[in-house]
């Protein structure tokens, strides 16, 4: 945790994955940023991974460093306590649909320096999921060997989309210290996606060709690199980015008469040129299977490493989690017990590291409704008495 953001207040309502994320990015850099929920919360309050009680662990992670408001939000009562404490605060994250009572245009009405950022589906308003905009931009189609598409496990665009929509909440901010003018940015997931597409050339590529690129299993495109297999039976990933680490890595596993033939062969020169590499891994990646297969691990990192060539095994997440350099040693953990879940377990801060400034700990998720009295006393000014009526009637929660 880091407080560069210290003072910067941003209600959020939202769920999932990309709108909460956006928010926990502001969180870890001081924000303080409230999320508004139903009473007893929302649809991913129970998301999986769960415990054996049924407490998300997804839930409790992507909220850390939070405060949380319960609200019923299917009162009009409950929408308007939601919609006064944007208008008094002047930052929201959602991703609301864009014409709900959540609209820019409606809780503009009394706040017009208002920034809201609003994470969405698709840009017409059509509803959309990571894993739906990835099929419709074609990764799939590109990811395995094929026939078949392969679905990726992460939620990439989700994870991009909260990324981005934390940034666009400090750049419209800026705008405004300079205008004074609010604005609503909105943050497709597909816009998302299929503008990554492009930023990697993946749009000009299929267009100048006229076709897809061909599925390439675990090797790497446009360059040297793929999965092998030592003698002792480690599958790591070796991966060469330089024309030096190309020549280390023939020096290291003596391949460079090997190679050279091939060279001569096929009248070619590898020494310089990433793309023949990658043009003629068929003649090439035999060599390097057999010279890898012959060699056990520890050997075979030890010789990588004194040449600099970048190489790591496959692991599982259980591996990664018990893994020292990841997990145990890295300070970006820290080791949390006061969980709503009730378990236990190394909790991520701020991903990003300020040598200048002392690294705070993560801090935890709020249980729902936890900081409701807090909140609207502090930012609407309701009394003791008008914040005990409202939650005796149900219209406000508070954890219990």
């Known amino acids: 945790m880091y407080n560069l953001l210290d003072g910067l207040k941003i209600i959020e309502a939202s769920s999932f994955v ?47 460093a939070k405060k949380s408001v319960a609200l019923d939000l299917s009162s009009p009562q409950g929408r308007e306590l939601l919609q006064e404490l944007v208008q008094a605060t002047g930052q929201f994250i959602t991703n609301f649909p864009a014409e709900s009572f959540l609209s820019h245009a409606k809780l503009s009405e009394k706040r017009h320096d208002l920034v809201t950022v609003r994470v969405m589906g ?45 940034f666009a909440m400090l750049a419209a901010i800026r705008r405004r210290e300079q205008t004074g003018e609010g604005s609503e940015v909105r943050v497709p997931l597909s816009d998302v996606a299929i503008g990554t597409v492009a930023n990697l050339g993946g749009i000009a590529e299929v267009l100048h060709n006229n076709a897809n690129r061909p599925r390439l299993g675990n090797a790497v495109y446009g360059l ?15 991966v060469v980015v330089t024309h ?69 095994v496959y692991q599982t997440m259980l591996d990664a989690a018990h893994d020292q350099r990841l997990v145990v040693d890295n300070p970006m953990f820290t080791a949390f017990n006061a969980n709503p879940s009730g378990f236990s377990y190394p909790a991520a801060g701020a991903f990003g590291t300020i040598p200048q400034m002392e690294r705070g700990d993560a801090k935890g998720a709020a249980r729902n409704g936890q900081h409701s009295e807090e909140i609207l006393s502090a930012s609407l000014g309701l009394s003791s008495g008008e914040i005990a009526r409202l939650i005796d009637s149900g219209i406000v929660g508070i954890a219990t």
Request: net charge negative.
């Open 18 to 64: 990309a709108s909460p994320t956006a928010g926990l990015y502001c969180a870890q850099f001081g924000a303080e940023v409230i999320r508004v929920d139903q009473i007893g919360g929302g649809p991913d309050y129970h998301r999986w991974p769960v415990t054996e009680a049924n407490g998300s662990l997804y839930w409790e992670n992507l909220n850390r």
């Open 122 to 166: 698709w840009a017409d308003g059509a509803p959309a999921l990571d894993y739906t905009v990835n099929n419709a931009v074609g990764y799939p189609m590109m990811t395995g060997v094929g026939p078949a598409p392969v679905n990726h496990v992460l939620p990439a665009w989700d994870l991009l989309s909260g990324a981005y929509a934390a």
């Open 224 to 238: 040297f690199g793929r999965d092998f297999v030592t003698k002792d039976n480690v599958r790591a990933m070796i």
């Open 244 to 312: 030096r680490q190309w020549a280390n890595l023939l020096s290291a596993l003596g391949l460079s008469n090997a190679v050279e033939s091939v060279e001569t062969k096929r009248g070619v020169s590898f020494a310089s040129d990433d793309g023949l590499r990658f043009e003629h891994r068929d003649a090439l990646y035999p060599l390097f299977k057999k010279a890898i297969a012959a060699l056990d691990h520890v050997r075979m990192a030890a010789m990588l490493d004194d040449v600099g060539i970048v190489h790591s």
